[in-house]
């Protein structure tokens, strides 16, 4: 593969910091035809802050089956189409599978940029083993969401969830059930944010924790291997 050939750019971005952004993806974006942006509104002040003008489109989960095909058709006519989220590595618990996997039927050559994505610094900042780890990202929301946390719960390596303000107790009460409530687990909360902070304890403690106090940004939760 060229690098002169490449037509699909998957560039992560800041998940807090704007500051932690390579330059190369900065150049990409500024010398790409089109940007994709989960969020055009969130994506502009990025791009505001680095004073990129590249022209941006809308490409989420709502939209991304109606708009793939028009997106493919413009790299095939040699448009050069930079995708990004709102914050860190598309494809990731974040859109993009589609674009990339019909890019990849149509011969048309991508590249993933390295870059920020939340679950590698949390498994770092947890403390619990780091030599082999599951990625679950966000557990279901009613269909299979208990099986899901059985398996966690035999799980003979770290494993590694996504989890929203508004569903954090939840999930803890849910992984208490299922889990028990001694397991350790670390929560790691605005990664990247001047109110970056991380939780170590057990689920009963964490439940304790965040059942005191008033809960935003966004969190990743590691839990201990059986």
């Given at each position: 593969?060229?690098?002169?050939?490449?037509?699909?750019?998957?560039?992560?971005?800041?998940?807090?910091?704007?500051?932690?952004?390579?330059?190369?993806?900065?150049?990409?974006?500024?010398?790409?035809?089109?940007?994709?942006?989960?969020?055009?509104?969130?994506?502009?002040?990025?791009?505001?802050?680095?004073?990129?003008?590249?022209?941006?489109?809308?490409?989420?989960?709502?939209?991304?089956?109606?708009?793939?095909?028009?997106?493919?058709?413009?790299?095939?006519?040699?448009?050069?189409?930079?995708?990004?989220?709102?914050?860190?590595?598309?494809?990731?618990?974040?859109?993009?599978f589609l674009l990339v996997r019909e890019a990849i039927k149509k011969e048309i050559q991508i590249t993933c940029l390295p870059g920020?994505?939340?679950?590698?610094?949390?498994?770092?900042?947890?403390?619990?083993?780091?030599?082999?780890?599951?990625?679950?990202?966000?557990?279901?929301?009613?269909?299979?969401?208990?099986?899901?946390?059985?398996?966690?719960?035999?799980?003979?390596?770290?494993?590694?969830?996504?989890?929203?303000?508004?569903?954090?107790?939840?999930?803890?009460?849910?992984?208490?059930?299922?889990?028990?409530?001694?397991?350790?687990?670390?929560?790691?909360?605005?990664?990247?944010?001047?109110?970056?902070?991380?939780?170590?304890?057990?689920?009963?403690?964490?439940?304790?924790?965040?059942?005191?106090?008033?809960?935003?940004?966004?969190?990743?939760?590691?839990?201990?291997?059986?």
């Amino acid at each position: 593969m060229m690098i002169n050939d490449i037509k699909l750019y998957i560039v992560p971005t800041p998940i807090g910091n704007l500051d932690d952004i390579t330059i190369r993806a900065i150049e990409t974006l500024k010398n790409s035809d089109l940007i994709l942006s989960e969020d055009t509104r969130h994506a502009k002040k990025l791009l505001s802050h680095y004073k990129i003008s590249t022209k941006v489109k809308s490409y989420h989960l709502n939209n991304e089956h109606k708009k793939v095909d028009e997106y493919v058709e413009l790299m095939l006519q040699d448009k050069i189409i930079s995708l990004i989220t709102d914050a860190g590595t598309p494809c990731i618990s974040d859109p993009g599978f589609l674009l990339v996997r019909e890019a990849i039927k149509k011969e048309i050559q991508i590249t993933c940029l390295p870059g920020p994505t939340a679950l590698i610094p949390a498994l770092v900042l947890s403390g619990l083993s780091s030599d082999a780890f599951i990625f679950e990202g966000f557990l279901p929301r009613k269909k299979g969401r208990k099986s899901k946390l059985y398996e966690i719960s035999q799980n003979t390596k770290t494993s590694i969830l996504y989890e929203s303000p508004f569903r954090i107790i939840k999930t803890l009460s849910d992984m208490k059930e299922t889990i028990g409530s001694e397991r350790k687990i670390a929560i790691v909360r605005e990664i990247s944010k001047i109110y970056e902070e991380v939780f170590r304890g057990t689920i009963e403690e964490a439940i304790l924790e965040y059942n005191e106090r008033t809960i935003k940004g966004e969190f990743v939760i590691c839990i201990e291997k059986a």
